[in-house]
């Protein structure tokens, strides 16, 4: 399946950061908040929305967007271009769909290795018991 690149509805609110910077942290608004609405995008079906609903839950907001933010630059265009790279990474992997596990039987050898092991641990057990002698 092939990424769909939905940067175009994502829009970007930003604010001033703490960290690196100088005086620039108080002067230069350089956080970053990209913010996509998952349910009116155009992109993905409604089996997608909700996947991606589901597995991004803690990214999201009671409108249904998905938060993502970025203060590790100092530039505003660096922390927009790496929020949006998180944010694709975050719906890419909430878009990929688990392989269905197929149960299988234990094969004979384990089965018997597994009786063998325990037959060991429990001779090893009973020499451990003490001796009794009995008088007749």
């Known amino acids: 399946m ?7 509805e994502v829009y ?5 950061s703490g960290g690196k910077g100088g005086q620039n942290v ?9 913010r996509w609405n998952v ?3 155009s992109f ?13 839950m803690g990214y999201m907001n009671m409108a249904g967007e998905l938060l ?15 929020a949006l790279k998180k944010m694709l990474n975050l719906v890419k992997k909430a878009l990929v769909v688990p392989k269905h596990r197929k149960p299988t039987q234990p094969t004979k050898a384990s089965k018997t290795s ?15 018991k003490k001796i009794s002698f009995e008088k007749e």
């Open 26 to 34: 108080n002067k230069v608004e350089t956080m970053a908040e990209a």
């Open 12 to 16: 970007f609110k930003t604010a001033r």
């Open 68 to 82: 993502v933010k970025s203060q590790e630059k100092r530039g505003q265009l660096e922390n927009k271009a790496e």
């Open 2 to 8: 092939a990424f769909i690149d939905f940067s175009k």
């Open 39 to 41: 349910l009116v995008s």
């Open 44 to 56: 993905f079906s409604d089996e997608e929305k909700n996947r991606i609903l589901t597995k991004c």
């Open 114 to 128: 597994r009786i063998q092991t325990k037959k060991k641990t429990a001779e090893k057990k009973d020499q451990r």
